[in-house]
Structure formats: C-alpha cells, structure tokens
C-alpha cells in the first residue's frame, strides 16, 4: 500500500479547521472577564468582545444572538464577534443586517505548508534573530513588542499558549548592528505553528527584519516536529506573506453589533 505524503494531509479544509481551533483567550490588561454558559467574553470601554464559545452545539445565529442577549443583559452597548472558521463560520447575512452589524476589521487565514525549505522566506545578512529562552532576552522581547504594539505581548499571559515542554512558545528577538529591531513569537499545536505578534520597530523598517523573523520562526518550528505554518494576518501583511509562499485560504472578519444598551458604566464581574 502507497504511503501518502506529508504534505498531502494538510488540505483546505484541515487547515481551516486549525485556523478555527486557535482561539486564545487572552485578553487586554485593565479589561473585564467573564464567562456565562459556554460564551467567553472580556468587556473593555462598553464593548463585550466574544472571545470563545465552548457549550453544545449550536447554530451559529443562535450563538450570536445569545451572546447578544448576555452582553445586553450586562449593560455592554455593543458585542464584537469572529465570523470565520468555526463556530460562526455559517453566520447568515440577514441576522447581521437585522443586527445592524458593521464589519470592523478582516484578517487573512495564510498557511505555508513545511515540505521544503521556506522558499522565498530568507533572512538577510545583517539581521540576526536570536531565541528569547531566559529573562533577559525575555524582557527585550517584552519591550520591543510594546514599543511596537503599544501594549505587552498577549503570549505572556495567555492561558492558551502552553508552557510546557510540547507546546511551549517560540519567542524571537530581530537584531541589527547589535541593537533590537523588531519581535515575533509562534506557539506549537500538535504539528501547527501558529506564527503571531511580529513586530518591528519604526527605525528599522524596509530593512527586512519582518522577514527574518518569519524565516527564523519557521526554521526553529520545523526543527520542533511543525508541518503546517499558520498565520492569522492583517491585510497589511498577508500580500507580503503570499510573495514568500503562503497561501490564503479564508478569511476572519471581526464583526460589531450593537445591543441597544445605553449605561454609564459596566457591572461589576459575578
């Protein structure tokens, strides 16, 4: 009997299946947290953002409008939701119409099979990336990512990422001439590198240091047992990313839906 190669098992829609189990709990410092039946939310500025679902099957409509009633109920004025693969990957257009909901933000779903070498994805001579495995590389990699971002880097504290010896994260610092340029991260799933968070600083852009933080992460990754890179990317990135060999195959859109709720301030967590 032929063996199938490896390649071959990382069809459309497994990966849209990927792109659908990454969903991080994480949530910004200074917001609200809280869970009710399965719905996952953070609450911040009168906004309840849904961050997971984990009950029972359901349509997806149906979750939205419960997610919808819950974030009414708890003075929210607004739900945020992630129409794309999983749960609400069937969302109809006539309970978004209805719902007056507003698309806020798209993000690409790309992939980069690892069968070969990453192709066009190569670091260039004068940027160096080194692996942040103690506290002072870990704290350079915290501060570039705030300079960059505005805000401390999600993976830090994120319950999701996994910090133990299978799934712990990949963090990166970009050097130029010695000096930090720019930072990104990937947390291993299984066989998946989910590549986020990579960040350069102004002073160093158009000096390749995005690129080579894509190339050093999925060299260490492949190294780890990866098979499939997974981005979840901004459409400022993910053009850049299909010149290096990514694929796109869907897309996330961040969706707003107001509640109808008008309150001064946001009920404390039960």
Same mark, same amino acid.
Request: hydrophobic fraction near 40%; aromatic fraction near 8%.
């Given at each position: 009997?032929?063996?199938?190669?490896?390649?071959?098992?990382?069809? /459309?829609?497994?990966?849209?299946?990927?792109?659908?189990?990454?969903?991080?709990?994480?949530? /910004?410092?200074?917001?609200?947290?809280?869970?009710?039946?399965?719905?996952? =939310?953070?609450?911040?500025?009168?906004?309840?953002? %849904?961050?997971?679902?984990?009950?029972?099957?359901?349509?997806?409509?149906?979750?939205?409008?419960?997610?919808?009633?819950? @974030?009414?109920?708890?003075?929210?004025?607004?739900?945020?939701?992630?129409?794309?693969?999983?749960?609400?990957?069937?969302?109809?257009?006539?309970?978004?119409?209805?719902?007056?909901?507003?698309?806020?933000?798209?993000?690409?779903?790309?992939?980069?099979?690892?069968?070969? +070498?990453?192709?066009?994805?190569?670091?260039?001579?004068?940027? *160096?990336?080194?692996?942040?495995?103690?506290?002072?590389?870990?704290?350079?990699?915290?501060?570039?990512? %705030? *300079?960059?971002?505005?805000?401390? /880097? +999600?993976?830090?504290?994120?319950?999701?990422?996994?910090?133990?010896?299978? *799934?712990?994260?990949?963090? =990166?610092?970009?050097?130029?001439?010695?000096?930090?340029?720019? @930072?990104?991260?990937?947390?291993?799933?299984?066989?998946?590198?989910?590549?986020?968070?990579?960040?350069?600083?102004?002073? =160093?852009?158009?000096?390749?240091?995005? *690129?080579? %933080?894509?190339?050093?992460?999925?060299?260490?990754?492949?190294?780890?047992?990866?098979?499939?890179?997974?981005?979840?990317?901004?459409?400022?990135?993910?053009?850049?990313?299909?010149?290096?060999? =990514?694929?796109?195959?869907?897309?996330?859109?961040?969706?707003?839906?107001?509640?109808?709720?008008?309150?001064?301030?946001?009920?404390?967590?039960?």
């Amino acid at each position: 009997m032929s063996v199938e190669p490896e390649a071959m098992r990382w069809t /459309p829609d497994a990966i849209l299946a990927q792109s659908a189990a990454w969903r991080s709990s994480w949530h /910004p410092s200074g917001s609200t947290y809280f869970t009710v039946d399965g719905y996952e =939310f953070y609450e911040q500025d009168g906004e309840a953002t %849904l961050l997971n679902y984990r009950g029972p099957h359901r349509d997806a409509d149906e979750i939205v409008d419960a997610a919808t009633e819950i @974030a009414t109920t708890r003075g929210a004025h607004a739900v945020l939701v992630t129409v794309g693969p999983g749960p609400l990957e069937r969302m109809s257009n006539e309970l978004l119409d209805a719902r007056d909901a507003r698309t806020v933000a798209v993000v690409d779903v790309v992939a980069m099979i690892l069968d070969e +070498p990453a192709g066009g994805v190569e670091a260039p001579d004068d940027v *160096r990336c080194i692996k942040a495995t103690d506290l002072h590389t870990r704290t350079v990699f915290g501060e570039v990512s %705030l *300079r960059a971002w505005g805000f401390a /880097p +999600p993976i830090l504290t994120d319950p999701e990422s996994g910090h133990d010896d299978d *799934r712990a994260p990949g963090l =990166f610092v970009a050097l130029c001439a010695g000096t930090p340029a720019g @930072a990104g991260g990937y947390s291993l799933s299984g066989e998946v590198a989910r590549l986020w968070g990579a960040a350069v600083l102004s002073d =160093f852009r158009r000096r390749g240091v995005y *690129r080579a %933080l894509i190339a050093e992460r999925i060299r260490d990754a492949r190294a780890r047992g990866a098979t499939l890179a997974l981005v979840h990317a901004e459409q400022t990135s993910a053009p850049i990313l299909q010149r290096w060999g =990514f694929v796109k195959f869907g897309e996330r859109s961040r969706v707003r839906i107001p509640t109808g709720a008008r309150v001064d301030r946001w009920p404390s967590t039960r």
